[in-house]
């Protein structure tokens, strides 16, 4: 690809069809279970579940006592009873900023993802063609995988922090390796460094796994032939990285996350033990299930091996890893020192991220947390790998171009195929949530805006259920959940009596002043319960 008009058009139609892919229907489904705790965080100012000594019968209250305020100090105390205590930071206040700006519909907040996921595939490009200066082909090829990758398409249409994350340790990679090239050839690195110390700040703030990162781009600068300037400036960086992360671990809400995880392993295993696996996600950590999720966590970072594991059964899919292992390996061993450091950071930051998940696993006795989206930071690097490797096999004979395009073709449709369910809300790879109807929020918020009257009260259900026994739910009065859920979607200045009946387990009513009550919604034990 020489022509130059050909390349820019070939970048506008790839972005174009990335953005088509990652918001058409976007809003279609409704929130599952983690977006709304991503929602009440950010935008409601609360945790799941929080507010009862508001909300909980028998007080009766108004949007105006929800979006009361009540000060950082309780903001930050709901976020550390949050998810994963003050985990998301970043990705909570572009979700709020984005609630402020646009509104507070379902696409809008997953907007936020497709946003962040949209500035990886730029940077993923950016980066492609610093690697090669004189290529054309090799930053489209890079692109165009990138935008087909399943993993982006579908976590883009989340309201949740994994886009969010891989950005920015893309970026804090990105700048890293730069940083480190500018060292090697003796030019000025301040602005590499600076760009760093950002990008790192992002990623430890938008999920605290990132730190994952850092620690893998530390165990690269080993391998390399580094200068004690480098190492300097690398330390001194690290010091400004490591200073606001410490204060928000040790005064913040992430003070609480050691306790946070393990008080949900001991849930989770406690459940295991109890009422036996949910496959898929509840299962022990032996060594069968910790194989067939390493097995299907390393090939789908990669197009060569993507899904091979779910066709064929994992045997098989682990023989096709050690396939493409060695001939990876073959690979890398005509690349000069120079060529080949930024695969070898890449296999770092996709291996050791996996090796940490598996010890973490193994010490939990549970697979809870050992999923992709917990090791995703590397998958940038696995495209790059792809394409890499992909170049090294058209060279060889003419044989080998005919069956590796024919694999390739045949790997690339089943990418498509694994994208397809998302818009219809079908079962799909990466997520649990399925066959949803739209937010029946918002639907509920309007229905009691049309029918409520002055002396009107609405009942919200309280459904007590307490999956996995969590010690600061055994003592709660009621479920205060959708009746949180619901306030998000009114306006301050609303004056609706609400209150909460413990009786109720499904259905939101309104009561008139004449003693008729009428319903707003069935959520039909359940069901529309995401």
């Not at 000594?53 to 000060?71: E, I, N, V």
């Not at 299907?296 to 899904?307: A, C, E, G, M, P």
């Not at 939990?364 to 696995?382: D, H, I, K, V």
């Amino acid at each position: 690809m020489k022509n130059k008009g050909l390349f820019v058009g070939s970048f506008f139609a790839l972005m174009l069809l990335a953005l088509v892919l990652r918001v058409y229907h976007i809003g279609q489904f409704g929130l599952f279970g983690d977006e709304k705790q991503s929602l009440l965080i950010a935008v409601g100012n609360t945790n799941f579940g929080g507010m009862t000594d508001l909300l909980a019968p028998p007080k009766t209250f108004t949007p105006g006592d929800f979006w009361a305020d009540r000060g950082l100090k309780a903001w930050l105390d709901a976020d550390a009873r949050g998810d994963v205590s003050g985990n998301s930071l970043v990705h909570d206040m572009m979700l709020k900023l984005f609630a402020f700006l646009f509104g507070k519909e379902d696409g809008v907040l997953r907007s936020v993802s497709v946003l962040f996921n949209m500035l990886t595939l730029w940077l993923i490009f950016f980066w492609a063609r610093r690697l090669r200066p004189g290529s054309q082909s090799f930053p489209i090829l890079i692109l165009a995988l990138a935008v087909l990758e399943p993993f982006f398409v579908i976590y883009s249409q989340q309201a949740r922090n994994y886009t969010t994350s891989i950005f920015f340790t893309t970026a804090s990679n990105f700048f890293f390796w730069s940083a480190m090239q500018a060292e090697q050839q003796q030019k000025n690195s301040r602005n590499r460094w600076v760009g760093w110390i950002l990008t790192s700040i992002g990623a430890l703030f938008s999920t605290y796994l990132t730190a994952l990162v850092l620690l893998g781009q530390v165990l690269f600068s080993f391998t390399q032939r580094n200068t004690w300037k480098f190492w300097q400036k690398h330390i001194l960086s690290g010091i400004i990285v490591i200073f606001p992360f410490a204060c928000w671990m040790l005064w913040g809400p992430g003070k609480y996350f050691l306790a946070y995880q393990a008080d949900a392993a001991r849930q989770y295993l406690d459940y295991l033990n109890t009422n036996g696996p949910i496959l898929g996600w509840i299962e022990a950590a032996s060594p069968g299930n910790l194989f067939k999720r390493t097995v299907s966590i390393l090939s789908d970072q990669f197009l060569w091996t993507n899904d091979l594991y779910i066709r064929h059964g994992f045997k098989i899919g682990a023989v096709c890893l050690l396939l493409f292992g060695a001939g990876v390996f073959s690979w890398l061993k005509k690349l000069n020192r120079e060529a080949r450091a930024v695969y070898i950071l890449g296999f770092i930051q996709i291996i050791f991220p996996i090796l940490v998940l598996i010890a973490t696993a193994i010490n939990a006795g549970t697979t809870t947390g050992y999923f992709l989206r917990y090791a995703s930071f590397g998958l940038p690097f696995g495209i790059f790998i792809t394409v890499g490797f992909a170049e090294y096999i058209f060279q060889l004979n003419v044989w080998a171009k005919i069956v590796a395009s024919i694999f390739l073709f045949i790997q690339v449709n089943y990418l498509v195929q694994l994208i397809l369910p998302l818009y219809s809300d079908k079962p799909q790879k990466y997520t649990f949530a399925h066959d949803r109807i739209s937010n029946p929020y918002p639907y509920i918020a309007q229905k009691i805006k049309k029918y409520y009257q002055l002396g009107d009260t609405v009942f919200y259900p309280s459904r007590m259920s307490n999956f996995l026994n969590s010690a600061h739910l055994q003592t709660r009065v009621a479920d205060v959940s959708d009746a949180q859920l619901t306030n998000v979607y009114f306006e301050p200045s609303d004056l609706y009596l609400q209150k909460i009946d413990t009786l109720i387990q499904d259905s939101v009513l309104l009561k008139k002043k004449n003693g008729r009550r009428l319903l707003i919604f069935d959520f039909k034990k359940g069901k529309y319960r995401y």
